[in-house]
């Protein structure tokens, strides 16, 4: 074989191999572009049902390539979801997945330009969302300042932000379930309970963690009577020995209810 014959056996050959290895990588690509998660097992979540969160993270058609998920996690490329912290997609399989979601937590929000814009348990302000969170309370009768995400909620003063953040720490503790907390002119507080058509006046801020917690241990006897009206605590007193409140129903007939310690 001539000089000029093994230069062009070389050249074919060496054609032969890059042909070879674009035609394997096209055939993986091919392969990779088709496999897609398809079973998701969704921890973490407390807001979104389930299929709400995966939805979200996977709300476009190329979210389920497992190829291109891999590479999003490789390079840190998240969504922002509403009232998501963060979330992580472990992949258990080339077609599943657990989905961890890290939820923000709003314990409360205010209304303010038209949107529901939501703090955590430090009473920072987390999220703007025209959506209501079911069982977060709404903060009314306030006037509050500039909100800015990030920031603190601005209510005024040092003292009116403390019982905000008070009062709505309690509720979540004890896990009632607030609709709103409302504030009159005198900063009078008055509750309105989710779903059970009851009201709780507070009153002043007075042995308020008292009243919450006794608030806690008379719902379940409300309850199981059915009764709906409004439930007067601002003269509860826990020092009291059988502190006496009331609960004045719709058809304006008067129930006393006595709690003893």
């Known amino acids: 074989m001539t000089q000029k014959e093994a230069d062009i056996l070389y050249i074919k050959q060496r054609k032969v191999r890059q042909w070879t290895v674009i035609l394997v990588i096209l055939l993986i690509l091919a392969i990779a572009l088709r496999v897609r998660i398809r079973d998701v097992r969704v921890r973490g979540n407390k807001t979104y049902t389930a299929e709400q969160a995966e939805s ?107 019982e905000i953040m008070n009062l709505t720490q309690q509720f979540s503790l004890y896990e009632i379930a607030c609709d709103s907390i409302r504030f009159d002119e005198f900063h009078n507080i008055t509750v309105d309970l989710a779903e ?36 007067d605590l601002s003269t509860y007193n826990d020092k009291e020995k059988g502190s006496t409140t009331s609960f004045k129903v719709k058809a304006d007939e008067e129930t006393g209810v006595t709690t003893s310690e």
């Open 56 to 162: 979200l993270v996977f709300s476009e058609y190329w979210d389920r390539n497992t190829a291109l998920c891999l590479i999003n996690q490789l390079r840190h490329k998240k969504k922002s979801l509403p009232f998501v912290q963060d979330y992580e997609i472990i992949l258990t399989g080339p077609f599943s997945c657990d989905l961890i979601i890290y939820e923000k937590n709003p314990i409360g929000c205010i209304v303010y330009m038209s949107n529901y814009m939501y703090f955590d348990k430090d009473g920072v302000m987390v999220e703007s969302s025209q959506v209501r969170l079911p069982d977060v309370p709404v903060i009314r009768g306030l006037q509050f300042g500039h909100v800015v995400l990030g920031k603190k909620l601005p209510a005024g003063s040092t003292q009116l932000f403390n």
């Open 196 to 231: 059970d058509d009851i009201s709780v006046y507070l009153g002043g801020d007075e042995d308020i963690l008292a009243k919450i917690s006794v608030l806690h241990d008379m719902l379940p006897e409300i309850r199981n009577r059915g009764l709906k009206g409004t439930l």
